[in-house]
């Protein structure tokens, strides 16, 4: 029964690393825009081990990690003291082990306004505010918000409410202060699920911009990337367990058919009839 317990720890090994890999980004300030030469904190939450894990971005300098050219990597968080437009970007955690986390998309612009949106997907039914701010004047004067390029509505204090939201509050939204400027767009994505999907290895890493400018927001599609590789991530879970059990089930039919033995049986004392066997020769 070797093979079957070393195949039975390769199962439980596998399931522990599936199960405790559910690490997520998250971003403080909340907001997807920020002004340039202001600060941030990434942290990657759950992570067990934060020496096996770090903080990655795609930006137009193209992969890096945290501490390498920017930040300051502590206790599983990133630490940006000073945000560039440069700083514009796809951001993610990675482990040694090659799982990574939920990606953010965030925008450093040197405007003077920006859209303070949700990070994260949000779900249906919930309420969402979007505040548009400038960055020297009161965040309280009236601004015009937009979804897809069209006017959604104008408001006097600089904040909108979208209460119950659904699909169809998903879009590319903006906001404009007349006298200062229009924000970038940010993306708004709607989902009726939590979103806790580990994407796979870093074998295939996120893809980079192909069309990308400081302090526009990234492309629209980009929150959908981490759908794209769901199939091929929970096929990577499941084929271990697949051909765990498909072993094991051979193993055991092959000892099930085997013929039995006789090592240390004693052999019955009429098995050859010896006297019958010299009789028939004389005659």
């Known amino acids: 029964m070797g093979e079957v317990s070393v195949l039975w720890l390769l199962f439980l090994t596998s399931l522990l690393i599936y199960t405790t890999n559910q690490v997520r980004l998250t971003v403080n300030p909340i907001s997807s825009q920020f002004f340039k030469e202001k600060s941030l904190s990434l942290s990657c939450e759950g992570a067990e081990n934060s020496a096996g ?53 965030l925008t450093v612009t040197g405007g003077s306004v920006i859209l303070q949106s949700p990070v994260l997907p949000v779900m249906e039914g919930d309420d969402v505010t979007l505040l548009c701010k400038t960055k020297t004047t009161p965040s309280n004067l009236p601004a015009a918000f937009y979804k897809d390029g069209s006017l959604i509505r104008k408001q006097p204090t600089g904040h909108m409410t979208i209460q119950h939201v659904s699909r169809s509050d998903e879009g590319l939204y903006k906001c404009d202060i007349s006298g200062h400027g229009e924000s970038p767009s940010s993306w708004i994505t709607v989902t009726g699920n939590p979103v806790t999907t580990v994407l796979p290895t870093s074998t295939a890493p996120p893809p980079t911009f192909t069309s990308f400018t400081p302090g526009s927001a990234p492309h629209p599609d980009a929150p959908s990337l981490q759908l794209e590789f769901r199939l091929p991530f929970h096929l990577l879970v499941f084929c271990p367990y697949f051909i765990a059990t498909v072993l094991m089930v051979s193993l055991c039919r092959r000892r099930a058919k085997a013929p039995p033995t006789c090592t240390g049986q004693k052999l019955p004392d009429d098995l050859f009839d010896f006297e019958a066997v010299t009789t028939e020769r004389q005659v």
């Open 53 to 105: 894990w770090t903080l990655r971005r795609s930006t137009l300098e193209g992969q890096t990690h945290c501490g390498e050219t920017w930040g300051r990597w502590s206790n599983s968080s990133c630490k940006i003291s000073m945000t560039l437009p440069w700083d514009s970007g796809v951001y993610w955690c990675e482990s040694r082990e090659g799982p990574i986390s939920n990606m953010v998309n």
